[in-house]
């Protein structure tokens, strides 16, 4: 189910509202949490301490989740930005099996859809 993760984009005025480098090259680098985790009626959430991304350069994000009373598990893939649409499409493979997603991304936020075994899965994410 964690498979479709994907990255988000923080988005900056062009007002000056945000002065560093970061901010102006690439506002989209850092991580992000997962608000909100549904498949079908099941609430994802409560079976986890935690979900969340990580965009670590220009090409390169790590996916995070920790199951209650589990550990830690982590795994990388690799993404893409249109930084004019601010559209993002991101590649995992876990098990030997790839699986590429898009979403736009508007106010620093996203939302994933896909239907797993015919249940609708829709995650949210916002960044930290």
Known sequence: M???LLPACSSTQANGTSGSL???TKPYLG???C???RLGETDLLEKYDFISISL???KKMEVSYKPKNGKKKTFEGAYEVNE???EFTGEVGILGVKFKEGT???NGKFTLKKLIFSMPLIMNFKMK
Do not use: F, P, Q, S
Request: hydrophobic share 45%.
């Open 84 to 86: 004019e649409t601010r």
């Open 56 to 58: 670590l350069d220009d």
């Open 22 to 24: 970061k901010a102006i």
């Open 104 to 106: 736009k991304i508007e």
């Open 35 to 37: 608000v909100e985790a």
């Open 2 to 4: 964690l498979l479709m």
């Open 31 to 33: 991580e992000y949490e």
